[in-house]
Nanobody, 119 residues
Framework: QVQLVESGGGLVQAGGSLRLSCAASGTILNIYSMGWYRQAPGKQRELVAT???????NYADSVKGRFTVSIDFAKKMVFLQTNSLKPEDTAVYYCNADLRSRIRRGDYWGQGTQVTVSS
């Protein structure tokens, strides 16, 4: 069974930084892309950043220039370096992977890690 486990969230002051990590485990035959989404209270889940197996990245306009997504395919891990954090970045951050397991190809999600930015 495939699992995604996030770590690295926490409380930080505005202007600070956090590094989020996500590790995928289980029988994974192929990873097509991994990335991060976030959901703030009362809002829909939104894309933050993704990276494909070919290295192509996609960022939400609100985080461009401040966040950097990277991936270690060998370790099946994806990272999100967040800099110059703002209070509006406060949300639960979810790891996502588009991958093929023995059972199916599809989206897998982590349980989420809370990021809180104080002003």
């Amino acid at each position: 069974q495939v699992q995604l486990v996030e770590s690295g969230g926490g409380l930080v002051q505005a202007g600070g930084s956090l590094r989020l990590s996500c590790a995928a485990s289980g029988t994974i035959l192929n990873i097509y892309s991994m990335g991060w989404y976030r959901q703030a209270p009362g809002k829909q889940r939104e894309l933050v950043a993704t990276i494909t197996s070919g290295g192509s990245t996609n960022y939400a306009d609100s985080v461009k220039g401040r966040f950097t997504v990277s991936i270690d395919f060998a370790k099946k891990m994806v990272f999100l370096q967040t800099n110059s954090l703002k209070p509006e970045d406060t949300a639960v951050y979810y790891c996502n992977a588009d991958l093929r397991s023995r059972i199916r190809r599809g989206d897998y999600w982590g349980q989420g890690t809370q990021v809180t930015v104080s002003s």
